[in-house]
Antibody, heavy 117, light 108 residues
Framework: QAQLLESGPGLVKPSETLSLTCTVSGDSISNYYWSWIRQSPEKGLEWLANIYHSGSTDYNPSLESRVTISVDTSKNQFSLSLSSVTAADTAVYYC???????????WGQGALVTVSS | DIQMTQSPSSLSAFVGDRVTIACRASQNIRNYLSWYQQKPGKAPKLLIYSASSLQSGVPSRFSGSGSGTDFTLTITSLQPEDFATYYCCQYSFGTPWTFGRGTKVEVK
C-alpha cells in the first residue's frame, strides 16, 4: 500500500515562499493523481491542489495565484509551493493520493508549517 | 464553492450506541461524497466514498447513505476506538473539493 511522507521547513517568514515535498513509497506516482490539503483551526480542512504524473493540475481558485504543484516522477515525489505567505497560511499540510472519482484514500502524516518572523 | 454543513458539531455517546452524523451540501453533488475519521495528531482516514461504499479494511459498523444534497454517516455500535472527529467531503466535478467543519464524537 502507498505510504506518503511530507518534508520541508517547519517555519517560514511572512511574504516568503512555503515549499513542501511529498515522497511516495509503495506505489508508483505515475498511476494516480496526487493532492495537497491543509488544516487549520480557522479554516478547517482545505483542498489546495492536484497533480497527475503527466503534469496536469487543478488548483483551488481561492489560492490559485499563489500555489504551484509539481511532480518529479524520477524521485516518486511531488511538491507544493505557496508564495507570499502570511500568518493565515499557518497550518498542518497533508499530501494525499487522489482516487478516481475524487476521494483521498492515502494521506501523509502531516507537516506543521508556521508562518512567523 | 459548494458549502458542506455538518450536524451536530459535537455529540456525546456511550460505547454500543448508534450514532448518526448528517452532512448537507449547498447544491446537488449526486453521490460524490466521502467521509473521513480523524484522531488527534493524526491524518484523516478514509471511511466511505461515493456516499455509501465502504473503504477496504473499515469495519462494517460504519455505513453511509444519501444522494443529492443530504447524506448520513452511521456507526451502528460505537466502539472505544471510534471516538474521533468525522468529516464529510464533496468532490463534484468542476468545483473545488470542500470539507465539512467536522463532528466530534466524545465519550458520554
Amino acid at each position: 500500500q502507498a505510504q506518503l511522507l511530507e518534508s520541508g521547513p517547519g517555519l517560514v517568514k511572512p511574504s516568503e515562499t512555503l515549499s513542501l515535498t511529498c515522497t511516495v513509497s509503495g506505489d508508483s506516482i505515475s498511476n494516480y493523481y496526487w493532492s495537497w490539503i491543509r488544516q487549520s483551526p480557522e479554516k478547517g480542512l482545505e483542498w489546495l491542489a492536484n497533480i497527475y504524473h503527466s503534469g496536469s493540475t487543478d488548483y483551488n481558485p481561492s489560492l490559485e495565484s499563489r500555489v504551484t504543484i509539481s511532480v518529479d516522477t524520477s524521485k516518486n515525489q511531488f511538491s507544493l509551493s505557496l508564495s507570499s505567505v502570511t500568518a493565515a497560511d499557518t497550518a498542518v499540510y497533508y499530501c494525499a493520493r487522489l482516487q478516481t472519482p475524487g476521494y483521498f484514500d492515502y494521506w501523509g502524516q502531516g507537516a506543521l508549517v508556521t508562518v512567523s518572523s | 464553492d459548494i458549502q458542506m454543513t455538518q450536524s451536530p458539531s459535537s455529540l456525546s455517546a456511550f460505547v454500543g450506541d448508534r450514532v448518526t452524523i448528517a452532512c448537507r451540501a449547498s447544491q446537488n453533488i449526486r453521490n460524490y461524497l466521502s467521509w473521513y475519521q480523524q484522531k488527534p495528531g493524526k491524518a484523516p482516514k478514509l471511511l466511505i466514498y461515493s456516499a455509501s461504499s465502504l473503504q477496504s479494511g473499515v469495519p462494517s459498523r460504519f455505513s453511509g447513505s444519501g444522494s443529492g444534497t443530504d447524506f448520513t454517516l452511521t456507526i451502528t455500535s460505537l466502539q472505544p476506538e471510534d471516538f474521533a472527529t468525522y468529516y464529510c467531503c464533496q468532490y463534484s466535478f468542476g468545483t473545488p473539493w470542500t470539507f465539512g467543519r467536522g463532528t466530534k464524537v466524545e465519550v458520554k
